[in-house]
Each structure stands twice: as C-alpha cells, then as structure tokens.
C-alpha cells in the first residue's frame, strides 16, 4: 500500500466519518518532496497509467480538523466519478508544516497544498483581510464572504503576484483565547500574556493593542510551548484544541469569536493553467462543493468533540457575550489593515453589507 493511501486509511480510523479516498489509484510510490518542475509538468499532461494526471497534494493539519477531513471527501468524490485526476494524499504535516507544503507548491514540487491563509502573509498583505478581528464571527456570514467576488478577487491578484492559485477557502474554526494564568473577562486580563498567535502583522498588532506580548511560535510547537510555559496561552479555534490535543496544556478558555482561521486550498497556478479545461473543471467544481462537507458535516461535530474534550480535561471554559471593550481595543488597527489595500477594504465594506 502506498504512503498517501496508507495516510487516508489512518484518517478514516481516527476521524469518524471520514471517507478515504486513493483506492489503488495512484500511480507510483512517490518520494519525500524531490520530485522535479519537469515530472510535476509530465504529471500534467497526463503522462501517467491510464492517461489520469497524478495530483501530489499534503496538507498542514491532523486530518480531523474539518477543512482537510472535507478534502478528503472532496478527493474520494472526485475519484469516484470515473474522473481524469488520480491523487497521492499526504496530511498531517507528512511532507512539513504550512511554510514547507507553501514553499512546495510555490517550486512545482507540489501540484497542491492545503494550509492556513495566514501562512500566505509572508508574500502578500492581503490576507489581512481574512483576520481582522471581529469581522466575521458567523459561519452563515463567512459561508457567504469566501464565495464572495470580493474575495475572488483577492484570490487572483495572489495567484498573479505569488503564482499559487486559490482553489477553495475552507475553515477549522472560529479562534478564540486560551490560557494557563486566568480565566479572560475583559481587556484588562489580556495585559502582560504571552499569546501565541498566527504570525501575521494585523494579529501581532492587535494583540499588542489589548496589552499582550504576542508570539508567533511554530504551530507544532505551541503543545510543548504550553507544556513548558514558554507562551502562557494562544489564540486558537476549538477544533484545534481537540485534534493537536492542547486541552492536556490548557487551564482556561475563553469563547470570543476573533475570527474565522481560513484553511486554503491552493495549486501551483502553471501547473493548474496547463490542464485541459475538463480536469480544471472537475478540481474547481469538487473542491468548491467542499464547503458543503466543512459547513454542514465537520464544523460542528469537530467543535462538540473540543468542548467535550476540554471538559474531560477540567479546562475551565466562559464566554464572553458583549465583545464591545475588546473591539474597541482593536478599533485603530482594525481601520489600519482595512484600509491598507483597496482589495480588502472591499472585501470589509462587503461584509459588513451582509444581514
């Protein structure tokens, strides 16, 4: 059995209700990322058995967070289909973290990825947008946004600046605030904490605005980082608490709502233009209906399973009802990165537009 197949029968046993996808189909034994520009252009012209384009894709999560288990349903309906694509599936950080899987995609060594928007910001500003705190804290909302022109448009220009084409924008949660010194009522309890946080300037920046020391720890790294009280706590979604297991380092959680963490679902843009028109079709239009399998099939059930697991743990859990003070914290920043870019200052006007 293969290595990337091997990956999706892991996931089906751990993740209930994932479906594995590969059955057989892939075409060779692939290597640990030394693959040339040259094979991955082969690839593409369907220079594989049975005339299918072989598709190396790794992703930067456990496959149980909601947007890479919805991958792997989008790959096994696509394969299913009788269609002209055959994966090699590769989660949980196999072939490296959100930067390693990027930098693989950028180079052709990788056909697709799946990783955090945010790891795009070290090319491009305008993934700002999709972390302004406070924006959006409502899935119906960013279901609506994602799909958006506005954010089609984002999408192009990093695909003509970056050459990395956004398929699809997925998410693995809401983030909120975790902590191992106090529970967090008010602004007032932010000063002086450690937080690790996703490194893009606007959170760097807004952490700052509410008196914490932000950190951009590596993700894998923020378990041991808590374990060891390098960071006293992080801004987090649910799903991760669960699926990296940080509910065995966390003493307090704080449901706040600060943004949507956006999981995106890129191609190395040459590759993706040298397809035929029918195989572009079949990636788009799969990968697209994945918003279905995030939204309605994994979202929610994943972020039971965190609460539950917190609970078991005795992390202590409150919410914050009236985020007034803490958008006022964050007010001049938010107004900042809004107004960096004319991009996302349409993509703000355009969903703050939306009832």
Known sequence: MKKGIMSIALAAVLAVGL?????GKTASTPDTGSETTAAVSDAASGDEAGGKVAIKMATGGQDTLPSYAAVIDVIADIEAADSNVAFEY????????DDAILQQVMSGTLQMGGLGASTLSTYTNLMDAFTIPFLISDYDIEREAMKSEEAQAIFDKIEGDLGVKVLASYDSGMRHLANNTRPITSVEDMKGLKMRVVPTDSLIDSFTAMGANPST??????????????????????TSIYSEKHYEVLKYFTEIGLYPFETVIVCNADWFNSLSPEVQQELEEGFTKGYDYVFDKYLKDAEAKG??????????????????????????????????????KAFVEMVEGIE
């Open 19 to 23: 479906t594995a996808c590969g059955g």
């Open 90 to 97: 590769y989660g949980a950080r196999q072939l490296g973290d």
């Open 217 to 238: 720890m590596n993700y894998g790294e923020i378990y041991t980082g808590l374990q060891n009280k390098i960071i006293d706590g992080e801004e987090i979604n649910i």
């Open 307 to 344: 609460y539950e697991a917190m609970e078991n743990a005795g992390v202590e859990v409150n919410k914050i009802e009236d985020v007034t003070e803490f958008k006022a914290a964050v007010s001049d920043v938010v107004e900042q990165y809004k107004n960096q870019d004319p991009l996302i």
